[in-house]
């Protein structure tokens, strides 16, 4: 041997040095095509990972690190300066306010007078309840606005998965993810489509994604340091799960409302709004019984078209810089044909579904 390399020795390692890259290349390729064909979720989950590194931004946390159900469940997140609801869009409710805000409000802003003794907790489960229209979500709203508390919307449908022993997995993710951002507040609207009552027939993955719910609040509720409160609101009290209720001991109805807060109402839904100087909003809180929050709302909005709808008259017979007028009180009148009550009150809503008065299903919610 004179010590000179063999030309063919060298050729062959380069082409197995090609081989392996390129079939390194083929192979990062191919996982990439492949994942999304036997993950059916891989798109949603991208999509996810997205929008909380997104959320993370916008919440000033960046550096908290989750996983992908985490991430998952970050899509149904919202960052409280993005809710556009307070207390004092609210009308009516004084006592439900006052209530909520000494309860669920002052522990999350003022949590240093509930550290002495152990028995002033503040509650780690609150329940809405009562007619539907009648501005639960919108209360549970502004109390994450005012606890400046990142606001999980949570639905059944982000929890159910196809897959065994996922939806245990993002069950987990919405406690985990609460802690991480905390203070937060975890809403279920129409709980008791989630956590209605056991029955024997019911599916043993239900029964096991329920049972993982129930367990992971026990593990807040246990702890002082957890500012994390569970929410629900239903319409239909009565078919929730015992077992959840008792991790709901404060209990709200949100019952239509009164004359004078039909009158608190119509006045701040119109508060921005150009009407007549005499309005007389005592006398349509007089003639609007039976309406509630929402249906107020759907009748100021159909009373507003009235001033457009005249305005497009005078341009139509050729008359010209006419303008929009005022809101007048017999557009919301004449409006009240179109927008009929929907909501019943507490006592015959009750009385119609469970043979119950309001005040007797009262006590037997609270024990």
Same mark, same amino acid.
């Given at each position: 041997?004179?010590?000179?390399?063999?030309?063919?020795?060298?050729?062959?390692?380069?082409?197995? #040095?090609?081989?392996?890259?390129?079939?390194?290349?083929? +192979?990062?390729?191919? *996982?990439?095509?492949?994942?999304?064909?036997?993950?059916?979720?891989?798109? *949603?989950?991208? !999509?996810?990972?997205?929008?909380?590194?997104?959320?993370?931004?916008?919440?000033?946390?960046?550096?908290?690190?989750?996983?992908?159900?985490?991430?998952? %469940?970050?899509?149904?997140?919202?960052?409280?300066?993005? /809710?556009d609801?307070?207390?004092?869009?609210?009308?009516? @409710?004084?006592?439900?306010?006052?209530?909520?805000?000494? /309860? =669920? %409000?002052?522990?999350?802003?003022?949590?240093?007078?509930?550290?002495? #003794?152990? @028995?002033?907790?503040?509650?780690?489960?609150?329940?809405?309840?009562?007619?539907?229209?009648?501005g639960?979500?919108?209360? &549970?709203?502004?109390?994450? !606005?005012e606890?400046?508390?990142?606001?999980?919307? @949570?639905? @059944?449908?982000?929890?159910?998965?196809?897959?065994?022993?996922?939806?245990?997995?993002?069950?987990?993710?919405?406690?985990?993810?609460?802690?991480?951002?905390?203070?937060?507040? %975890?809403?279920?609207?129409?709980? $008791?489509?989630?956590?209605?009552?056991?029955?024997?027939?019911?599916?043993?993955?239900?029964? +096991?994604?329920?049972?993982?719910?129930? *367990?992971?609040?026990?593990g /807040?509720?246990?702890?002082?340091?957890?500012?994390?409160? =569970?929410?629900?609101?239903?319409?239909?009290?009565?078919?929730?799960?015992?077992?959840?209720?008792r991790?709901?001991?404060?209990?709200?109805?949100?019952? &239509?409302?009164?004359?004078?807060?039909?009158?608190?109402?119509?006045?701040?839904?119109?508060? $921005?709004?150009? =009407?007549?100087?005499?309005? $007389?909003?005592?006398?349509l809180?007089?003639?609007?019984?039976?309406? +509630?929050?929402?249906?107020?709302?759907?009748?100021?909005? *159909?009373?507003?078209?009235?001033?457009?709808?005249?305005?497009?008259?005078?341009?139509?017979?050729?008359?010209?810089?006419?303008q929009?007028?005022?809101?007048?009180?017999?557009? %919301?009148?004449?409006?009240? =044909?179109?927008?009929?009550?929907?909501?019943?009150?507490?006592?015959e809503?009750?009385?119609?579904?469970?043979?119950?008065?309001?005040?007797?299903?009262?006590?037997?919610?609270?024990?």
């Amino acid at each position: 041997m004179d010590g000179r390399r063999d030309p063919r020795l060298l050729e062959v390692a380069i082409k197995l #040095g090609a081989s392996l890259i390129l079939s390194l290349g083929m +192979s990062v390729l191919a *996982a990439r095509w492949l994942v999304p064909m036997l993950d059916p979720s891989h798109a *949603a989950k991208e !999509k996810a990972k997205r929008s909380k590194m997104e959320l993370m931004r916008r919440l000033g946390r960046p550096d908290i690190k989750t996983n992908e159900h985490e991430d998952l %469940i970050a899509q149904e997140a919202i960052n409280p300066e993005n /809710i556009d609801v307070c207390f004092d869009d609210i009308g009516g @409710l004084e006592e439900e306010k006052r209530r909520l805000k000494e /309860i =669920v %409000i002052l522990p999350f802003t003022r949590p240093e007078l509930f550290a002495r #003794g152990k @028995l002033l907790r503040p509650p780690k489960g609150v329940l809405l309840y009562g007619p539907p229209g009648t501005g639960k979500t919108m209360l &549970v709203k502004a109390i994450a !606005k005012e606890t400046k508390a990142v606001f999980i919307n @949570l639905s @059944l449908s982000t929890l159910q998965d196809k897959w065994f022993g996922e939806s245990q997995k993002l069950c987990r993710a919405v406690f985990t993810l609460a802690w991480a951002l905390q203070p937060a507040i %975890i809403f279920i609207d129409e709980i $008791d489509a989630f956590l209605r009552e056991r029955k024997d027939h019911e599916q043993e993955a239900t029964q +096991s994604m329920k049972a993982e719910f129930m *367990a992971l609040w026990d593990g /807040i509720g246990s702890d002082d340091n957890a500012h994390v409160i =569970v929410i629900g609101a239903t319409n239909r009290p009565w078919a929730i799960d015992k077992a959840i209720l008792r991790r709901m001991p404060r209990a709200f109805l949100i019952d &239509v409302p009164g004359k004078e807060e039909r009158r608190d109402i119509l006045a701040r839904l119109l508060k $921005d709004e150009v =009407v007549e100087e005499d309005m $007389d909003f005592d006398y349509l809180s007089r003639h609007t019984e039976g309406y +509630s929050g929402s249906d107020l709302k759907e009748l100021c909005r *159909a009373s507003l078209l009235a001033p457009v709808q005249d305005l497009m008259s005078d341009e139509l017979e050729g008359k010209t810089n006419v303008q929009l007028r005022p809101l007048a009180m017999r557009d %919301i009148v004449q409006a009240k =044909v179109l927008v009929q009550p929907t909501a019943q009150s507490a006592d015959e809503y009750f009385l119609r579904s469970t043979g119950m008065t309001k005040d007797d299903f009262m006590r037997m919610l609270n024990g």
